[in-house]
């Protein structure tokens, strides 16, 4: 029996993996993989990530020494990953998709819920007040949404936004052809949009492609949807610009200082990161802990392609959703 060790572990997780488990011995832990816990996978071949789990060369390293072979990403995502420093010694498997259907509908969700103030009038109501005053909202229909990026879940998230009868307007370095996306170059998109979404994967070229520079080109009370990845926003020129009120509202599943935070309850505890407790004060922000992901089909799809990574590595097979590094 092949042992694995899975970190991060939640109890989402862990109901799916457990259920579709084919004979692998999982070893759960509750830490996230970093050089300090790589020894937990001590006698294991293979480990289970997720996003904020940090895959640097440190802990690349302590999994080498210790003979893990294999590091297996339940997600798409793996800008944690140093797939540079990874080559050659380790392999790396991913979930190139799973839902995305869930990401882009929690993204509207995002945008209907800060839009017509929901969460604020659920909470007046359990407290039967039920003034309107301060709930005003605006309608979608007619609007132009900017989307950012135009795979899998930017073209459902486009085809929700239209639906609700908004213009579109698209930017993707790598346009689809004969889609009938309307591209646009990026700085027309920012002019254009009323409510911009975010879709693209995190390089070092779309990093902070929301900035103070972006922002200013952007109409005065814009809305910004991130369901993404976090450091794609340059936080602290959302922050100024939110007070400003050049932008009007911002909906984040995602924050770039998430890792320290994210998955875990804080409740009890003073936050030291001033930039995150000013975000979650401000009215015109909601967030959501990356939990876009967060639906049963996207949660089964995860363990079923994971678990396939590990069957085709145990096997000795081709890797069919291997990580590859190039320039």
């Not at 509908?105 to 003034?131: G, P, Q, V, W």
């Not at 005053?133 to 899998?152: P, V």
């Not at 809305?223 to 009007?248: H, M, P, W």
Request: aromatic share 10%; charged share 25%.
């Amino acid at each position: 029996m092949e042992q694995v060790a899975f970190f991060d572990t939640k109890p989402y997780d862990k109901e799916w993996f457990v259920k579709l488990n084919p004979g692998f011995k999982f070893k759960f832990h509750e830490h996230k993989l970093t050089a300090d816990s790589a020894g937990l996978a001590a006698g294991c071949k293979a480990v289970v990530a997720f996003v904020n789990d940090t895959l640097d060369r440190e802990t690349i390293d302590r999994l080498c020494e210790i003979g893990v072979k294999l590091i297996a990403m339940r997600c798409s995502g793996y800008n944690n990953v140093d797939i540079k420093y990874a080559k050659g010694r380790i392999d790396i498997v991913r979930v190139p998709t799973y839902s995305p259907y869930a990401v882009a509908e929690h993204a509207m969700a995002l945008l209907l819920t800060l839009n017509r103030k929901i969460h604020k009038a659920s909470n007046r109501t359990r407290d039967f007040n039920f003034s309107l005053n301060g709930l005003t909202g605006f309608d979608l229909h007619g609007k132009t949404a900017g989307i950012i990026g135009t795979g899998q879940i930017g073209c459902i998230f486009m085809n929700i936004c239209k639906g609700f009868g908004m213009e579109t307007v698209a930017y993707d370095p790598y346009p689809k052809e004969n889609s009938g996306i309307n591209y646009v170059p990026l700085d027309e998109l920012f002019a254009r949009s009323d409510i911009i979404s975010l879709h693209c994967p995190l390089t070092s070229d779309t990093r902070y492609i929301i900035n103070e520079k972006s922002i200013k080109k952007m109409k005065g009370g814009v809305y910004i949807i991130n369901t993404s990845r976090g450091q794609l926003i340059d936080s602290d020129a959302l922050v100024r610009f939110l007070k400003e009120r050049k932008i009007g509202g911002a909906g984040l599943d995602v924050y770039e200082e998430e890792t320290a935070f994210f998955f875990e309850d804080y409740s009890s505890t003073v936050i030291d990161d001033d930039v995150l407790s000013i975000l979650v004060s401000m009215p015109n922000v909601l967030m959501t802990s990356h939990q876009a992901f967060l639906t049963e089909e996207a949660l089964q799809k995860i363990a079923e392609v994971t678990i396939f990574n590990l069957k085709q590595f145990f096997n000795g097979e081709e890797l069919t959703n291997k990580v590859e590094y190039s320039k």
